[in-house]
């Protein structure tokens, strides 16, 4: 069964940083493109950033490029996303997901919160 | 940068009606590029529809997905219907072009 569990969330301060981590299992990771999805507090889904399988080809919002670094170990079925000069519109629920049938998110974890506030 | 407008922004509907939910893109987008999902609060999202027409694993027949496309099979205006609607439908969906934006998302309220 396939499953994806992120964590590292948490209260930084405008500026901080973060690291969210995504661990997979069920599947063989090094096969899929992942991505980040974030749900900021009464908003809609934004697509974040994604990586193929081999992380040699990398997509960013505009408004987290310069700032975020999405970054994956297929050794360790793990997804990565390094957060820089976080803002306070930065604060939502993070999800990592995976793409599968025909590239759509057929798998989702079940989120980790960021709040970025001082 | 395509631009995906949902409507209608909210929906408020009776167990056993049926719902028409329109994701109207701003330029043409190739039909097997959108998707649609179901987001509950506190859980996460589950895919319905992929390729605008297809149903994803598990997904019961009452959900079926729809696009108004040309003859390039790409298109604008993209169409999920739910039928039969039960209470546990209460969600807000959401249509996306595969690895990028979301839809502006529609509430859906069963009463």
């Known amino acids: 069964e396939v499953h994806l569990v992120e964590s590292g969330g948490g209260l930084v301060q405008p500026g901080g940083s973060l690291r969210l981590s995504c661990a997979a299992s069920?599947?063989?990771?090094?096969?899929?493109?992942l991505t980040w999805v974030r749900q900021a507090p009464g908003k809609g889904l934004e697509w974040v950033a994604n990586?193929?399988?081999?992380?040699?080809?990398?997509h960013y919002v505009d408004s987290v490029k310069g700032r975020f670094t999405i970054s994956r170990d297929n050794a360790k079925n793990s997804l990565y996303l390094q957060m820089n000069s976080l803002r306070v519109d930065d604060t939502a629920v993070y999800y990592c997901?995976?793409?599968?049938?025909?590239?759509?998110?057929?798998?989702w974890g079940q989120g980790t919160l960021v709040t970025v506030s001082s | 940068e395509i631009v995906l407008t949902q409507s209608p922004g909210t929906l408020s509907l009776s167990p056993g009606e049926s719902a028409t939910l329109s994701c109207r893109a701003s330029q043409s987008v190739s039909r097997i590029q959108i998707a649609w999902y179901q987001h509950k609060v506190g859980q996460a999202p589950r895919l319905l529809i992929y390729?605008?027409?297809?149903?994803?694993?598990?997904?019961p027949d009452r959900f079926s997905g729809s696009g108004s496309v040309r003859g390039s099979g790409s298109g604008t205006e993209f169409t999920l219907t739910i039928s039969r609607l039960e209470p546990e439908d209460s969600a807000v969906y959401y249509c996306?072009?595969?690895?990028?934006?979301f839809g502006t998302g529609t509430k859906v309220d069963i009463k």
């Open positions: 996306q072009q595969y690895g990028s934006f």
């Open positions: 997901a995976r793409s599968g049938v025909e590239a759509a998110y057929d798998y």
């Open positions: 069920g599947f063989t990771f090094s096969n899929y493109w």
């Open positions: 390729g605008a027409s297809s149903r994803a694993t598990g997904i």
């Open positions: 990586m193929n399988p081999g992380g040699s080809e990398i």
